[in-house]
Nanobody, 126 residues
Framework: VQLQASGGGLVEAGGSLRLSCAAS????????MGWFRQAPGKEGEFVGA????????WYSDSVKGRFTISRDNPKNTMYLQMNNLKPEDTAVYYC????????????????????WGQGTQVTVSS
């Protein structure tokens, strides 16, 4: 499975961006896909994730209510709609997919994801 993230850029605080993650290769049964981010000098952080069969996802407290994940399963694409962006959202955003199933309590753990995209930079100016 190959993942290609895109859509990052520079935006002012309060603005919006939509990231995309296109999956190719053996994408069948990749139930869980998620987003993580890493800011300079900080550890990687779980942003959110979604199962292919769900209409809603899990989100970290720092983005809940501002970010929304969606999936277009026929297109093998996942999106991250980011609204009301804050300077602290500045980071490289990575999309990831799991080979197997993940329990809800472990959805945030990086080690449960087997495939990773190359990352896309999001910069929010104050």
């Amino acid at each position: 499975v190959q993942l290609q993230a895109s859509g990052g850029g520079l935006v002012e605080a309060g603005g919006s961006l939509r990231l995309s993650c296109a999956a190719s290769g053996r994408t069948s049964n990749r139930d869980v896909m998620g987003w993580f981010r890493q800011a300079p000098g900080k550890e990687g952080e779980f942003v959110g994730a979604m199962r292919s069969s769900m209409n809603d996802g899990w989100y970290s407290d720092s983005v809940k209510g501002r970010f929304t994940i969606s999936r277009d399963n026929p297109k093998n694409t996942m999106y991250l709609q980011m609204n009301n962006l804050k300077p602290e959202d500045t980071a490289v955003y990575y999309c990831a997919a799991a080979r197997g199933s993940i329990t809800a309590s472990s959805i945030w753990r990086r080690e449960n994801y087997d495939y990773w995209g190359q990352g896309t930079q999001v910069t929010v100016s104050s």
